[in-house]
Every structure is written in C-alpha cells, then in structure tokens.
C-alpha cells in the first residue's frame, strides 16, 4: 500500500509564506480563502514574537490539512463527500458535498475552508493546474496533498517550492523512503496527537 | 486617484471601441473595475491550450531565479522553479515568483497612455494615443535642451526597468542624476580597506556551513532574499553559532541563537566595542595583520598623511579618488629607517614611533591604539544598548574561535548618515582578527552578487562615440535643495520617491518641472506628479518570443515563450525605440531583443571559452538556460586576503582622504537625527525604521492583490509604546514629525525594541489612507560622504516621529 | 375550524414575515451562505443554534403526550393533542433549519444514494424522519380517537423523542475538536434541556389556547404541568453543573473554554441561562402556590424557553471562538486574516430564522385548527385572536 504523508522542518522553515501561495497558485484557491498557511506559533499578530523584550522567540508553523490516519472530518461527513483515498490522502468529492460543515466542525485543525459564495478569483481567471477540479458555493475545500501533482507522480507543489527545503514528501509504507527516514530518525511529532487523528504530516526540528 | 483612473479607462474604452488595440487589450480596458472580468471567462480546463515558458525573474532581490511559466489560454497560470537549470540548488522560487501570478494581471496596472488633466498630485488623466504620448514627451524634452541645453532633462531608468541597457538618456546626453545615494552607507567606509566592490563576498555563500560564528549584521536575508537563505538554514542545522546584530527581531534574529538589539543607528558603538576588547586582550591575528593589512604603514603624526614614497607608485590607484599615489613605508626593525612595504627583506615594526627628517613617523596600528585607548566598553555598551559582557563575549566569540563570517546587509544600518563610520570599524575589526580570505571566514554582504557563481561573459550594446551621459553636477535626491539646471524629467519607474526621502520636499520640486513624463508598470506614488504616463509590461511580456538575456546563477537565461503586452503596454525596448525615433536615431537601437539577444552573445567565445556553444540558437533549443561550465555544487571560488583593489593590494585601514575631516580613523559619530541624546527626542521620541519585507522588493508587488490580502501600509510598534498612547491594533494612526505625516494602519508586535517603529519599505500611496511614509524620512547629508566612493546615502532610517490615533 | 382566519392580525403578520423569510432564503440560495455572519472560523450560527432549539421544543410535547399513555397518566391524556401538534410543528421547523443551513441543498440526494452511516447527521436525519412519521401517525390516531393504536405508538414515540434529542447532542457531544461540546453528559443535557424548554412551551400554548377560549386545560392540570417543569428545571440545572464542575475542576483545557463561557463573548447569554433560565424560574415553580397561578407560570415558562435558547447559543458559538491551533488557515474574516473567530447573525440570517418561525405560527394555526375542532368547536366561537397572537410572540424565540 502507499501511504502519503509529509514532514516539515520546522527548524529550516522561516514563515516566508511560499508554500502557501504556490498552494493558492497550483490549486486555483480563490480570494480570501487559503488551503495552507504559515502561522506564528502563540503570536497574537502573523511574525509576531512569544515573550518579553530582549527575551523573544518566534517559531513558525505551517499549516493545512493534516490527511489524517483517523480522520475526524471523514467521520461525520454524511454523504462520503470526504473519503480517504487509495494512496492515503484525505480527499473531497464536491460532487457529494452538501454543505453541512459538519467535517469543519470535526476537524480540530481548522483546516477547512468552506465557499460561502461563488469564489472570486484574482485574477480573474482560472489560474494554476488544469487537472485541478474547480469548486463552486457551498462545498468545503482543503489542501489534497497535490492529488493532481502526486497522481502525476510529482511532489505536492508546497514541497517543490520551498526555498528552504524544510518539506519531505514521500511513501509513509515504505520504510526506505526519504519521508519515512527522517520521520524515524529526527523525533518527528504530530500535530495535537492526544486528539487521535493520527496525522500524516510530521513536524520535526 | 484609483476611481479617476477607473472612470478614464472605462470611458477610453468606449472611446476607444473603433481603433482596435488587439483583443486583449480590450478585453482588459473593459474589466479596469473588476478583476474578475479582467479577462475573458475561461471555459472548462481541458480543451485549453498549454504552454510553457522560461524566464530569469528579478534581479532586485539579487537573485535572478530562472522561473518556469505555464502559460494556457495566453495567461500566465502557474509559476514554478525551473526544471532545466543545472543543479537542483538553483531550482529556487519564493512567494514573489508565485506571486506574479497575481501581480501581473494586478488591478493597478498602468493600462494605456495618459495625459495628465488635473494638478499635478490630483491623479486625473485621460487616454492618449501612443503617438500623442511620444511626441508630447519627444517635444517637451526637445524644447527644453533648446531654452535651456541638453543638461536641462533629466531621465534615469531605475534598476528592474530594461536591465542592460539605457539607450534614450545617453542618446539625448541628458543627466542620470548622479549617485544614487541607495544602501551603500556601510560599502563607504569599507571599500577604501578592502577595495571598492568588496561589499560583495570574494567567497560562496555555500561556505556558511563552514564558519563556527556568523554574525547577520544589520541583515535580514531570511526576509529579504529567501531563495539565498539556503546556506544560512545548512549552517544552522550544521551547529553554526548566528548571532543577529538589529534593532529588530527579524526573522533572521528569530533563528539565530543570539540576538542583540542594538539601539537604531548605533550598530558601530557595538563593533567598536569589540574592537576594544580584541585589541586590549591581545585577540588579534599578528600574522594576518603583518601580512595582509596596512597596520605597520608609517603616517606623519603632524599632517596625518601616509608617509609615502615619492619615486615609487604603488600598484593601484587610490580607490576613492583613483589618483596614483606614492608606495607606503614601513618602519624596518634591521636597517631602522623607512622602507617600502613591499621590500622583502624588511621585517617591519608594527607599533613604534619615530622621527626621520623632523617629522614624527607612527605606525597606523599604533595610531589605531591610541585611538581605542580613549573607548571604553561603557561607552559602546551605553551607545549600543547592549550589555558590556555580550560585546565582550562576541568579540571573544568572533575573534578566537575558528572562521567567522559577518555577513552585511544592503539597507538597515546603510540608512544612517554614519554608516561609513560602522563599515570602516567592521573592516578595522575583520582585519585585526585575520577572519578573511579563508574558508569559513569573510566579511561581506552575501547576497546573490558577488562570487557565489560564476558569471557569463556578454557583450554589452554600444552606441556611437558621440553619445553618452550627460553632466549630473548634482544628485537627483540632493535636486530639490541645490541650485540645479534641470528643467524637464523623464524616468522609467518611480525614481522621485522611491530614491529620496523626505518626500514633500521632492514632490514640491518635481511640480516646479517644466514637464515630468513616466513610464512605469503599476501605478506608483510619482505616477500623479506626471505629465504624461506610459504603460510599460512586464518581464513576462513582449511584443517577440524572446526577451532578456540574463547572466544569472552561473547560467545564461533568455527569457522566452512571452505572452503579448497586456492591454496598451509596450516593452521598455520599444518604448525607447518610439522615443529615439522622434529624434531620427531608431537606428542605433536594436530593433527586436532578439537582435539584442543575439548581438550580446555573438563571438563572444572568441573572448572567454567558456561560453563555448552557449548562442543565441543552442539557448532557444535548451529552453532559454545554459549554465556555464563550472556551475554546480562544487563551485567554490577561492578568494583570499591576498589582494584587494587598494594601492598597496592590502588592507588599508588609515583612511589618509578623511584626515581633514578627522575620520582617518572611525572615530565614532551620532547619526543625523537618531540617537538617545537628540533633544529632538522630547518632541519625537520614536525612532522610525523601515527595511526588507517577503512581501516586496522596495514598493515592487505592492500591487499584487495576494499579497495584498496578507500585508498592506501598517507601521508596527511595540506593546509598550501602543499602551501609552492608547493604540491597539488595527487603529488608524498617524506617524509625524517636521517633515511630513501619514496614517497608517498600526500592529502592535513584540517582535521590536521598545521605542523602534518598523514599517516595511514604501509602497503605493493609493494604498494609504494618507500621505505616505517617505513624507517623514530623512533628507540631511552627510557632508564629508560627498568625497566618498559611492557619495553621501539617503539616511531613510535616520529618523525620529512621534504616533497619535489618527 | 379556521384558526387563521379567525386570527387575521396574527396571521398576516406571520405571512408576511414567512415571505420576508422566504424572499431571503432565496437570495441566500443565490449568492451562498455569505449573506449570513458565518464564516471559515465560525462555521455554524443562528440555523444550527434554532436546529437545537427546536428539536428540544418539539420533545415536550411528545413526551408529556406518550408519558400519559406509557405510564398512564390519565391526567396529561387531556392535553396530549395540543402537545402532538405542537411537537409535530417544532421538528417540522427543526427540519426546516437544517436545509435551510445546507450550502449544497441541490446535491442532498447524495444523502439517500450514499449515506455514511458513521456520520452522526445521517442518524439524526434518520431518527427525526422516525420521529415526524410517529407524530403523524399519532395524531392521526388520536383524532380518530383510536385509543388502542395510541397506546402501541407511545410505546415507541417516548423512546424515540429521548432518541431524537440524544442523537442531536452527539453531533456536537461527539466532536472531540471542540472543547466545550466533547463530552459524555451532552445527550443528558440535551434531553433535560428539551424537556424543560418542550414543557415550558406546552404551558405557555396551553394558557393562551385557555384564554383564548380554543382549548380548555384544567387548573390542576396547567400546577401538575408545572410541577414536571420545576423538577425539569432542576434536573437540567444539575446536570449543567456537573459539566462545569468537570471542565472546571482539572483547570485544564476545560477551564479555558469555562472562562470564554463565563466570562467571554458567549457569557451574557450563559449567564442568561443560569439566572433567567434556571434559578429564578426554579425558585418561582418550587412553591406550589405559585404554580397555581397562571400569570406566574407562564412568566416562568417564558423565562425557561428564552435561557434554552440562550444556552443553544453558548454553547454552539464558545467552541468556535478559540481554535485548537492558532491562526489556522481556515480563519478568515473581512478580507483579513484573523487569529480568532467571530460570529453575529446578519440580518437576512434573523429575517429567515424568523419567518421560518411564522411559518411555524401559521402551521399551528393550521394543524391546530384541525386537530382540536371536535374539542373545543363551542368553546371557540368567540376566541380572541389577537390574544393568542401575542402570547404566540412571546413563545416564539426572539433575538431582539
């Protein structure tokens, strides 16, 4: 079986938003909406700073949906719309979304985003990957690990654009690929581990 | 200023139904309002047609990433690193590269010609014919060289518009406006050391990994250039101790495992500083400084000139003045007398005092002794705000434990009249502790310039003999002040308030103009001023396939596959090609980037092997990018401390040019206006910095609406600072002082000094509420920076305000 | 007998506002949920919150109705059908508040051609549909006076009532994402809750049908009523403490969300709840003089529904006001990014909410009109609408 998953360096990232715009980019993400975003951890402004001057630190967190092992989200949505797919990405079939939001409730990540309206895109025109479905009102959208790119058997476009190269990509299920190395031997941690989802993206420093 | 251009555009498309401009530029005048009519609407992905394209992208950010473009339907629709350059470390993009996506088909592009129908500064414009805008431009310029000669127009073609060439002003001998006064404060007072261009590294930035210290001083390259961020992200994960020297807590400083805040404009107190303590402690490299440096040159104590030969010249010229001057002495401790510093039987005194012929010779390490004598560290720890035992630590750090490198920025402490006192007190230090010219060690800005890679031999475009710059007796940033003769301008890209501060005064001169034409992409601040405005593409479009021809990251780039101009726009060739043809001189252009492509390649293996099968065909069949011969993970260019652009080929510390002006040594100044002792303080008691964003380069994407979405004109101020004047986040405020005010809207961020505001550099003034933030900056001068290489620097950070809610 | 037109004032009011309502569900249709406060960050608002509300209304009705013939209270028998329709109106409107909530209602034929039987939604659809067909058939064979099909249906329709407000709890009970929802006592909650806001509803219907003249309910019977709905209460407000006591206690994650609650945004509507909507009603109905007096228990009936309703509304919106991760790339509002969330309903979103609430009036009105003929077909000839209008105002959830 294949099993995609991620783990991002948080010691190489440096909040420079890259991989949430090539997100944007490759999945023709409308305005004001993001499937991946880079978060200041316990800032309260983006590039913010934790503690008391001169005392500061600041770490980065970058953030979309975690393609869980147990995900909540697949869990209560009540028409399949949310499936986890043969290769071990979390996916939606906007065909059967009815806008119930319940798997945005579910998700303990936020990592939903959900077409209040028609989205808008600026500029106005369907810009990024062909192959990628485009997504009307009412359907909750999130990252899809690239579904496009990764199906092609290309790395999620985050991956390929990261200036700092903090992102693995690769085969959970294979314990010889890059991903799961890094994930065995740098102490990778999961993202809110006690909620159970059991992530497929690992952080690590 | 943005809904006169909407109504004018939406009129002019009426208007301008009839005389087709092609379809997509109309298709662009009609949508002006919205972005989402901006094109056609796009059918179903699939039975459109795709292409791909490759392009070198900014130079600005000194990184030049070859991008790879999807272009379906005539759009730009993906962005990515390039998959043919030759090794994976130069497959590199960041958000400004995605983001073009956005900023291209930007709301505020410049759409079509205008003249201008209001005030200058109003904003209002109508629609004008190519041809009316050309000759309106050709017969003001022309009437002006006639009344007032051909000093009078003044045109400068600012960095990122048409790299490599700038035919109009040098064909019109028109003024360029002179130095441009732009982050080269600390490059002053370290080139006449270290040589004139050794602000940029002799070594690769790949080395980082192998230095035990790195010291980012008054450098955010985490910010401001991440795709060179690489080696600085390998040398932390490789244990290299980073220490970050900036007012701020840039993200830089946030991954450095020390961060000392310096007081703004202070950073040379700190150096100095350690430059006590490696001298008073005995830290300095003897050897080095024996063999690399101008420590043991003699200097007449009484006139404070070098003790020179008169017979025999050194090898070089000097470097500010490039005037031949005498070899220097050395004292030589067999013969004791004075000799040449090149004599290889002299062994020569590094300290010592003598009198030859009445005059009192002394050893510059002895003056520099003396000098330090009157420091102490707490004075630099008082000046610097950094405690005494850190600068203690650091130089201990710096000096004896292994290479170091301190990286410099371009910008940040540039930005104060005495950043050439900070430059010539880094050299000083860098000399005395020998870290130079070895692996792991240096001292320079490492940016995408310099040694990092190898670079392409071109030929560059000539025109005839007869045509060149004009005179520029005065700096364009210093034209509002002195007495000047220019009566007309005429400048590609937002040079009036981009390149000088204190923004009123430049914009009150620029009214004063007979007539000010612009040619810019976007609508920038000058854009209101002018008289007439051209819209110029991007470097993703152009009227050919081909655009251009770059030396970027050890490869030759051709930019290919464009897409036509959007809307009314022209490329900055054909721009200048209609210009000079109102005066008969087309000809000397070429007529295509094409011709120019393949001129700046022909024959020039002949000149350098290494461009062997690198032409302007072998370039179009390998999708624009041929990487020179020695790109690729082990280039490691070998600079060392062997010779620098100096007359003696060393180090030359004693600055003989500034002795008048009692700077020979770098002998600690205030800056202009920010320093805790300023009685200005009780008026204006915030400093107000600006520096590098991710989000632009300079006001470059400011119009990029993605970014648009995450960051706009807000001025950060720290938590204390917001409490006692009742701001919170979000507020609108006003920042002020004597020379100017604008509101902005405030974030309060822990992540600065108390008593700094931070605001990243300019942008658009449609996108304030008011005003702007170069109506605050700093205009003065430093004086003595006049005889310096790169001139005196605008002193955008020397600067003190006071915020209210506005 | 034609309640509607004997109630014109009420009636055309309720129209109106139904078409006002309707107007908007369609512009909502149109251009999306935008038209409501709702955003990535707040995902659910005032539909979800009204959702909750009414299924507990509809549970009083059917409980005291079944209660009388599973545990043969003679007594409540004589108010079972007023209690039927009522109960059938309010999962009516529940219903409605679902769909209308439903960014995609055009595809919610995938509900039936794929349900996912995990999904707490696809439970809670199936057991409300149950739930309508036996309210149905329950009133049909009361009306018909078919006592023994009753009594079989009540057998299924008081298990079936608890069900249905257990179910709607785990929607939220089940969601471990959110803090102030994830918790075992949430079904209990629920069912308290809907049994004290259902009754409370019930009394207040039964003294305005009293008074006006449409449906006579016996003195003693309106103080036994009230008697239930005092012990209700007290139920309801001890199994609230035990909640706060368990998020409370560890001083852990529970706390935080505690101290939103108390103390945040959501807290006047808490503090409603605790105060308006259980203490002080409790502390009027606990003395049995009191409940003898109708004034004062549908004063206190009134104050039970409007804290149920506030407790619908904290305790939907406090779990999306702090997200588990900070700043979280679904958090957007106003065309910036924000690191919270934020929620106020617009007004389409309450113009909706009330005409859905009209449409409930007028169907009363209907069903009603029908249901209770035989009963009250003298009693009723000189019924005074506009009374029954206002203290139909009152019932209905206002959020002035």
Request: proline share 5%; with cysteine.
């Amino acid at each position: 079986m294949t099993k995609y998953g991620m783990a991002i360096n948080k010691t190489r990232c440096i909040g420079c938003q890259t991989c949430a715009y090539a997100c944007k980019m490759q999945n023709s993400v409308a305005k004001n909406v993001r499937w991946n975003r880079v978060l200041s951890e316990g800032c309260d402004v983006v590039d913010g700073a934790v503690g008391q001057y001169p005392n500061l630190s600041r770490t980065y967190l970058p953030l979309a949906c975690q393609h869980c092992e147990n995900p909540a989200c697949m869990k209560v949505c009540p028409t399949g719309a949310t499936y986890k797919d043969e290769m071990g990405r979390v996916e939606i079939d906007y065909e059967k979304c009815i806008g119930c939001r319940m798997c945005m409730a579910a998700c303990p990540y936020n990592a939903r985003s959900f077409n209040w309206e028609e989205p808008v895109h600026e500029p106005g025109f369907a810009y990024g990957d062909k192959d990628v479905p485009e997504r009307t009102k009412g359907v909750a959208e999130k990252c899809t690990m690239c579904k496009e790119r990764t199906d092609r058997g290309e790395e999620p476009r985050c991956v390929q654009c990261c200036p700092m190269g903090a992102r693995v990509f690769g085969d959970l299920d294979d314990p010889n690929s890059e991903v799961s190395k890094v994930i065995a031997t740098r102490h990778a941690s999961q993202l809110l581990e006690e909620q159970g989802t059991h992530p497929q993206v690992y952080y690590f420093e | 200023m943005s809904e006169s251009q909407k109504t004018l555009s939406r009129r002019g498309f009426l208007k301008g139904t009839g005389a087709a401009a092609g379809a997509l530029g109309l298709a662009g005048l009609a949508g002006v309002g919205t972005a989402g009519s901006l094109l056609s609407p796009v059918d179903a992905h699939a039975e459109s047609e795709e292409r791909t394209a490759h392009l070198c992208h900014q130079f600005h950010c000194l990184t030049g990433c070859n991008l790879k473009c999807t272009i379906r339907d005539e759009r730009i629709s993906i962005i990515e690193p390039s998959d043919i350059v030759k090794d994976k470390k130069h497959s590199t993009i960041c958000l400004r590269g995605i983001g073009e996506v956005s900023h291209i088909y930007s709301q505020d592009r410049l759409q079509v010609p205008m003249k201008r129908v209001g005030e200058r500064g109003e904003g209002k414009f109508e629609q004008i014919s190519w041809d009316e805008a050309i000759k309106t431009i050709a017969d003001n310029l022309k009437e002006t060289q006639q009344k007032y000669g051909e000093g009078s127009v003044f045109i400068r073609k600012s960095t990122e518009a048409g790299i490599d060439f700038d035919f109009i002003t040098q064909l019109l001998h028109a003024d360029a406006g002179g130095q441009w006064g732009l982050d080269r404060g600390q490059a002053n007072g370290l080139g006449p050391a270290f040589g004139p261009w050794s602000y940029l590294s002799n070594r690769s930035h790949w080395e980082f990994k192998d230095a035990a210290t790195i010291i980012e001083l008054s450098h955010n390259p985490l910010e401001s250039a991440m795709v060179w961020s690489r080696p600085l992200m390998d040398a932390k994960e490789a244990g290299v101790y980073i220490v970050a020297i900036d007012p701020r807590f840039t993200g830089t400083a946030a991954k450095a495992n020390e961060w000392l805040p310096v007081r703004p404009g202070t950073d040379a107190a700190l150096i100095q500083g350690m430059l006590k303590a490696v001298v008073d402690n005995g830290w300095y490299d003897e050897e080095f400084i024996m063999a690399h440096t101008s420590c043991p040159y003699l200097v007449d104590r009484a006139t404070g000139k070098s003790f020179r030969s008169s017979e025999t010249m050194a090898p070089n010229p000097a470097v500010v003045s490039a005037e031949p001057v005498g070899a220097p002495f050395v004292w030589d401790t067999v013969t004791n007398a004075p000799a040449l510093y090149d004599d290889p039987a002299v062994v020569a005194a590094l300290e010592g005092e003598w009198t030859v012929d009445g005059k009192q010779l002394v050893t510059e390490f002895t003056l520099i002794k003396e000098w330090l004598d009157g420091i102490t560290l707490e004075w630099a720890a008082e000046t610097s705000g950094i405690d005494k035992q850190a600068i203690v630590n650091l130089a201990d750090r710096y000096a004896n434990n292994g290479p170091a490198i301190i990286d410099i920025g371009l910008g940040g402490a540039d930005k104060y009249t005495n950043a050439d006192v900070l430059g010539h007190s880094t050299a000083m230090l860098v000399a005395l502790t020998g870290q130079y010219g070895k692996k792991g060690a240096g001292y320079a800005s490492y940016c995408g310039l310099g040694a990092s890679n190898p670079s392409a031999t071109l030929n560059y475009w000539t025109l005839p003999e007869e045509y060149g710059y004009g005179e520029s007796p005065v700096a364009m940033y210093d034209m509002p002040y002195k007495e000047n003769s220019i009566h007309a301008a005429l400048t590609f890209g937002d040079a009036f308030t981009l390149e000088a501060g204190a923004a009123q005064d430049m914009l009150n001169w620029v009214k004063t103009l007979d007539f000010f034409a612009i040619v810019d992409l976007y609508h920038s601040s000058a854009v209101d001023y002018a008289d007439i405005v051209l819209p110029a593409c991007t470097k993703f479009e152009c009227e050919e396939n081909v655009k251009q021809l770059r030396d970027s990251m050890g490869h030759v780039m051709l930019a290919n596959g464009m897409v036509k101009p959007l809307f009314e726009s022209k490329s900055d060739l054909q721009i200048e090609r209609l210009l000079a043809a109102q005066w008969g001189l087309e000809d000397l252009l070429p007529k295509t980037y094409e011709e120019l492509a393949r001129f700046m390649l022909d024959g020039v293996a002949d000149a350098d092997p290494r461009m062997e099968g690198i032409t302007y065909d072998a370039l179009l069949a390998n999708g624009g990018v041929m990487a020179l011969p020695e790109t690729g993970d082990d280039y490691m260019p070998d600079g060392t401390a062997d010779f620098f652009l100096t007359p003696s080929t060393r180090i030359e510390l004693y600055y003989e040019y500034l002795a008048d002006q009692g700077h020979a040594l770098p002998v600690y100044e205030d800056a202009n206006e920010a320093f805790e002792t300023n009685p200005k303080k009780a008026q204006y008691p915030l400093y107000f910095t600006q520096g590098k964003s991710r989000y632009r380069i300079h006001a470059y994407y400011s119009a990029a609406e993605w970014f648009q979405e995450d960051f706009g004109p807000s001025i950060n101020i720290a938590p204390e600072d917001a409490e006692v004047r009742g701001i919170s986040t979000g507020d609108d405020v006003r920042v002020f002082n004597d020379r100017g005010s604008f509101v902005a809207t405030a974030l309060i961020n822990r992540s600065l000094q108390p008593g700094v505001l931070f605001m990243a550099e300019t942008t658009y003034t449609r996108y304030y509420k008011e005003g702007f933030l170069q109506n605050v900056t700093n205009s003065a001068r430093l004086e003595r920076g006049y005889s310096m290489f790169f001139g005196p620097q605008i002193p955008y950070n020397d600067v003190l305000v006071e915020v209210e809610k506005a | 007998m034609n309640l509607i037109m004997k109630n014109k004032v009420l009636s055309a009011v309720c129209a109106v506002l139904a078409v006002v309502g309707i107007v908007c569900w369609v512009m909502q249709l149109s251009q999306g949920l935008s038209l409501t406060g709702m955003s990535t960050a707040n995902s659910w608002g005032l539909y979800i919150a009204m959702f909750m509300f009414f299924v507990g209304l509809s549970a009083g009705g059917l409980i005291v109705a079944s209660s009388a013939s599973v545990f043969h209270i003679k007594r409540f028998k004589a108010v079972a059908l007023p209690a039927i329709v009522l109960s059938t109106v309010c999962i009516c409107l529940a219903g409605m508040f679902v769909l209308i909530d439903l960014g995609g209602i055009q595809r919610i034929w995938r509900l039936f051609t794929g349900p996912n039987f995990a999904s707490p939604l696809v439970w809670d659809i199936c057991v409300i549909t149950l739930y309508l067909v036996i309210n149905i058939l329950y009133l049909v064979n009361m009306r018909r006076g078919n006592d023994r099909v009753v009594t079989i249906i009540s057998r299924f329709a008081l298990p079936c009532a608890i069900l249905v407000h257990s179910v709607t709890a785990w929607i939220f009970g089940l969601q471990m994402a959110k803090e102030g929802w994830y918790s075992a006592i949430m079904a209990p909650i629920f069912v308290a809750s809907a049994m004290d806001s259902g009754l409370a509803l019930l009394l207040c219907v039964l003294a305005v049908l009293k008074k006006a003249r449409i449906f006579n309910t016996s003195g003693d019977l309106m103080a036994s009523l009230a008697g239930l709905l005092c012990t209700c209460i007290a139920v309801d407000a001890f199994f609230i403490f035990c909640e706060v006591l368990t998020m409370a206690y560890p001083g852990a994650a529970g706390a935080e969300t505690l101290a939103l609650m108390t103390a945040g945004p959501t807290a006047p509507f808490f503090w409603f709840e605790i105060i308006g909507g259980l203490v002080i009603p409790f502390c009027v109905l606990v003395f049995a003089k009191n409940r003898e007096r109708t004034g004062l228990v549908v004063g206190a009936s009134v104050l039970v529904i409007a804290g149920v309703l506030c407790k619908r509304l904290w305790l939907l919106l406090t779990s999306f006001i702090v997200p588990n991760v900070q700043g979280a790339p679904g958090i957007m509002s106003d065309g910036s990014w924000t690191l919270m969330g934020s929620y106020a309903p617009t007004l389409p979103e309450v113009a909706i909410v009330l005409g859905v609430v009209s449409v409930g009036v007028l169907g009363f009105e209907l069903l009603a009109g029908w249901a209770l003929a035989p009963a009250t077909e003298a009693a009723s000839v000189k019924a005074k609408a506009p009374a029954a209008a206002a203290d139909m105002e009152d019932a209905a959830p206002s959020l002035g």
